[in-house]
């Protein structure tokens, strides 16, 4: 790797591989991977570990089939940008989804690595493997939840894990069924004790996002009390936090999005940034491709990359 320190950021496209450039990197990046995940390189010419990389990158998203694209970013042209995420050294890839970065990786690496980096960004964005046997069985149980019927879908993700213990989709949709059932103990002790191969996976991401609300909403306050409060204080930092948790447990995600966005724009470190955290706690709750979380992270990155 070689060392860089640079400064700043912004701006737009859709190619499966394109090289990109400040003037470009919102619509090519933040813009495009509102709906595909868009996996970053930052290069230059003169490095040498980079002329390695790039043509391995290249060749693991051809192979994903377009569930993938990717965005060469010369640093040397785009120092704003590398400033802006605090890329040090390159190479550097990031991958970003929904207008945010959600993995990445310094240096040369082996052509296995960089495939399995690839697998995951799909996963993260909801994508599965070809072929997925019990694929069917899963969405049918989803069907079931769906539907209200939490016990059965209960039963028929404990089946599919009985075939494949490490069905992340399978242990996502256990926790879920038992926060429907309102039994949010066991739909945490279910997600402590999932394998450690998936504990981090998107599914379980989500599941745990959603048992984190679930327990929220059990201390939420008033609406119209909290409404209320913040119309007569706007700068009351802690009630328009606590006016987004209410909204959220009323079931108006939406309206909690756009307390939590409010609040982000008015005081982004406020509480350590909590607004930005319980933003991608919602996010990670939903479902990747809901209005909802298209149309707030869209909106979050605006903010940031402004």
């Known amino acids: 790797m070689v060392d860089l320190n640079l400064g700043g950021e ?13 003037a470009t990197f919102m619509a090519d990046v933040v813009d495009a991977s509102m709906t595909v995940p ?34 060469k970013v010369n640093v040397d042209e785009a120092q ?25 990786f310094q240096g040369a690496v082996p052509q296995s690595e960089i495939k399995a980096f690839v697998d995951r960004v799909v996963a993260a964005s909801g994508g599965q493997s070809p072929g997925d046997t019990l694929a069917d069985a899963v969405a049918a149980a989803e069907e079931m939840l769906t539907d209200g019927a939490a016990v059965d879908a209960a039963q028929t993700f404990a089946a599919i894990l009985g075939e494949d213990p490490q069905n992340a989709a399978a242990y996502g949709g256990m926790v879920r069924a038992h926060i429907a059932m309102d039994d949010l103990d066991q739909a945490e002790a279910i997600l402590n004790g999932a394998p450690v191969e998936i504990s981090t996976s998107p599914e379980l991401e989500a599941a745990h996002a959603q048992l984190e609300l679930a327990r929220q909403a059990a201390n939420a306050g008033p609406v119209a009390e909290l409404q209320a409060a913040v119309e007569a204080a706007p700068d009351d930092h802690q009630a328009r936090f606590d006016l987004a948790q209410a909204l959220h447990a009323a079931g108006d995600a939406e309206g909690a999005v756009d307390q939590l966005l409010e609040l982000y724009r008015r005081d982004s470190e ?4 909590a607004a930005k955290q319980q933003l991608f706690t919602v996010f990670d709750a939903l479902k990747p491709n809901d209005p909802v ?8 990155s605006s903010m940031i990359f402004a």
């Open 10 to 22: 912004t701006a737009g496209g859709a190619d499966l591989i394109k090289d990109g450039s400040e």
């Open 38 to 71: 868009v996996i970053v390189d930052f290069w230059a010419p003169w490095c040498g570990p980079c002329k390695t990389l790039g043509p391995m990158l290249e060749d693991a998203v051809r192979a994903a089939k377009g569930a993938v694209q990717m965005v």
């Open 80 to 104: 704003n940008i590398a400033g802006q995420l605090r890329i040090q050294s390159i190479p550097t890839v990031y991958a970003f989804w929904q207008g945010q970065p959600v993995d990445g």
């Open 270 to 273: 406020w509480n350590d940034g």
């Open 293 to 300: 979380v298209l149309n707030g992270r869209r909106r979050l």
